[in-house]
């Protein structure tokens, strides 16, 4: 049994996710939200299953790196979706599905968060929260994608959770931000009514319908960044992204595309607006 209230969060989701939840459980203790739902069956096209922990003993971010949260101090939610036929720039899903969760808590009153491209959910200039998309099965007609959402609401004293670069320097939790922290069922709930309403539009619009939104939430832009790449290593002013997700940087010389990095430092220049 978990401790998280699962007739709470299906009471708090709105009608049409409701309509198309086909499973949604709750977990005291697991390994990892998603791995649990990569090994369920998909959920049909245009439907969603949900699995929500309180906490995860083998939770994991990019690169497999470990995302660690003590029990009680955290949100570990992962959705799984089937798009009825594989939409483009699929990687740039984790992009929009940022943007989504950031209106989530926009709404519960959680204000002054934004994100450091690919998967990262900032406040205060620490780390918030992680994203994690992973694709469960494909085939010809549609695609199967499962994405985890990490949230740090009341950490213990010292706690690094998710911490696993220079760009920010401390953990952040939701209590941190405001002084009357929603319960987190209501938190769960708005995210995964924000999650299936990223993954409808992005279905019709792809990435292109997020990237005004993306520019209102970059928190790396203007920034001087370093980025580890497959091959190397760029430094220079942090650009926005492209229609396809990909992050410009302004190296002096070029606008470089970078698809696939992890972002080692990124600090203020005096000409960040």
């Not at 977990?27 to 969603?48: G, H, M, V, W």
């Not at 483009?88 to 943007?99: M, N, V, W």
Request: with cysteine; hydrophobic share 40%; charged share 20%.
């Amino acid at each position: 049994m978990s401790i998280l209230d699962e007739m709470l969060i299906r009471r708090s989701l709105s009608e049409i996710s409701s309509a198309q939840l086909d499973d949604l459980e709750c977990f005291d203790s697991i390994a990892s939200t998603n791995t649990y739902l990569l090994e369920q069956p998909a959920p049909r096209p245009k439907r969603l299953r949900v699995a929500i922990a309180d906490h995860q003993t083998a939770g994991r971010g990019r690169h497999y790196r470990r995302w660690e949260s003590p029990a009680g101090s955290g949100l570990c939610l992962s959705l799984a979706y089937t798009f009825i036929k594989p939409p483009k720039h699929l990687p740039s899903l984790t992009l929009a599905i940022g943007i989504g969760v950031v209106g989530a808590l926009q709404k519960l009153k959680i204000e002054g968060t934004s994100l450091k491209w690919p998967n990262d959910i900032v406040a205060l200039n620490g780390k918030l929260g992680g994203i994690l998309t992973e694709v469960q099965s494909r085939a010809a007609d549609n695609v199967t994608v499962v994405t985890g959402i990490g949230l740090n609401i009341e950490l213990p004293d010292g706690a690094v959770i998710g911490m696993n670069s220079e760009w920010a320097h401390r953990a952040v939790d939701v209590s941190s931000v405001v002084e009357n922290v929603p319960a987190r069922e209501l938190i769960a709930a708005g995210i995964i009514d924000a999650m299936f309403a990223v993954m409808r539009k992005f279905e019709a619009k792809g990435f292109g319908g997020f990237l005004q939104d993306w520019a209102q939430h970059d928190w790396l832009h203007g920034r001087r960044v370093t980025v580890d790449l497959p091959d190397g290593r760029i430094t220079g002013v942090a650009a926005g992204v492209d229609t396809d997700g990909a992050l410009l940087v302004d190296t002096g010389e070029e606008k470089a595309r970078v698809v696939s990095g992890s972002i080692v430092t990124a600090e203020l220049t005096e000409t960040r607006h």
